[in-house]
């Protein structure tokens, strides 16, 4: 299982997203997943895994691509007295794929 403290410690092995958003107007059309794809593609040719926090609604798209749930979830605090609100991420992961290795 993924280790994202250590993965975090050794941030020069790792590909890591630090933000990842599409433009609501532009978004099913295949723009993020060409973008992810692209970079998977990219760390996969370095021998690197990549990792990510994401905002639950976006998990099952990661998991297409490869990913996996690390288990590891951040809360934060957001909003303000009037109007609280908490904010949610996992942690994805995604190994990589070295073709042609036997």
């Known amino acids: 299982m993924w280790d994202y403290f250590q993965l975090r410690l050794d941030a020069d092995s790792i ?3 630090h933000i990842f958003a ?13 973008l992810l794809t692209q970079l998977a593609t ?3 040719a370095e021998n ?4 990510l926090e ?9 998991k297409k691509l ?3 749930e690390t288990g590891v979830k951040f809360r934060f605090p957001d909003g303000d007295e009037i109007e ?3 904010v949610i991420l ?11 290795s036997t």
Do not use: C, N, W
């Open 84 to 86: 609280p609100l908490e």
């Open 48 to 51: 690197k895994p990549v990792y």
């Open 22 to 34: 599409t433009d609501p107007q532009h978004q099913r059309r295949g723009a993020g997943r060409a």
């Open 90 to 100: 996992t942690v994805v992961a995604r190994e990589p794929i070295v073709v042609g």
């Open 54 to 62: 994401s905002s639950p609604s976006a998990v099952t798209v990661y």
């Open 15 to 17: 590909a890591d997203v």
């Open 42 to 44: 990219q760390a996969d």
């Open 66 to 68: 490869g990913f996996v």
